[in-house]
């Protein structure tokens, strides 16, 4: 899962926070999030990734339960988020040991009326978190008038790191720790070589003999 670089907003006074974070760690003090990705990012399913990381994730002894709601079913007034949720996954709202984490994928910061409204109910909300997967530009929300009201962190999307890196590719290769590492050097040098911010959709192709890669240069 990549990490997100958190953009400080102009005020002073801004808490101090570690500027390259993993999401996972990020939510122990984000009630809300926008995570901005380049328009050209290739990934469509990122917001599917960090929700299928986040249900092993515990924060004060609650449980996550992520929901992925998809922005462009969530036009005002017909639908909001509760619709969208269902009432199964509302129940956990009440339990004492779960805390849902919605994450919007794809909103578009660049319609007034629609930030007006997941605004208003990110309010409704005040006990569950809200992760916005969005391509708009990370400059047009950081003092914006949602980021203020709902107390709102921004961040961009950063790199993978090289501990998650090595340690996808020793589960999914089945490769000692000593072979993932070479392997996972090799891929952040590749990454900043040529200016890639990594991301998942990259590792669905690494060749079944990468083994032979790491054993090569261990040699």
């Not at 469509?44 to 929901?67: E, G, H, M, T």
């Not at 269902?86 to 984490?101: N, T």
């Not at 961040?155 to 000593?178: C, M």
Request: aromatic share 8%; with cysteine; hydrophobic share 40%.
């Amino acid at each position: 899962m990549p990490r997100v670089r958190i953009v400080q907003r102009t005020s002073i006074g801004h808490p101090k926070r570690p500027r390259i974070i993993d999401i996972r760690d990020a939510l122990k003090f984000m009630n809300v999030a926008t995570v901005h990705i380049p328009r050209k990012y290739p990934d469509l399913s990122l917001s599917w990734i960090i929700a299928r990381n986040l249900l092993s994730v515990q924060i004060d002894d609650k449980q996550l339960v992520p929901c992925v709601i998809e922005a462009r079913n969530l036009p005002r007034p017909r639908t909001g988020i509760d619709r969208l949720a269902g009432p199964e996954l509302l129940s956990m709202e009440k339990m004492q040991e779960a805390r849902i984490v919605f994450i919007i994928d794809e909103f578009d910061f660049g319609s007034k009326s629609r930030s007006d409204f997941l605004r208003d109910q990110i309010k409704e909300k005040p006990h569950a978190q809200f992760l916005i997967v969005t391509r708009s530009a990370s400059n047009t929300v950081v003092n914006s008038d949602f980021a203020t009201v709902t107390a709102s962190h921004t961040t961009t999307l950063a790199d993978i790191g090289f501990a998650e890196i090595s340690h996808f590719v020793q589960k999914n290769y089945e490769i000692e720790i000593s072979a993932a590492e070479v392997i996972a050097v090799r891929l952040r040098e590749t990454f900043d070589r040529y200016n890639l911010s990594a991301h998942p959709a990259y590792f669905a192709g690494i060749p079944r003999n990468i083994r032979s890669l790491a054993h090569r240069d261990a040699s």
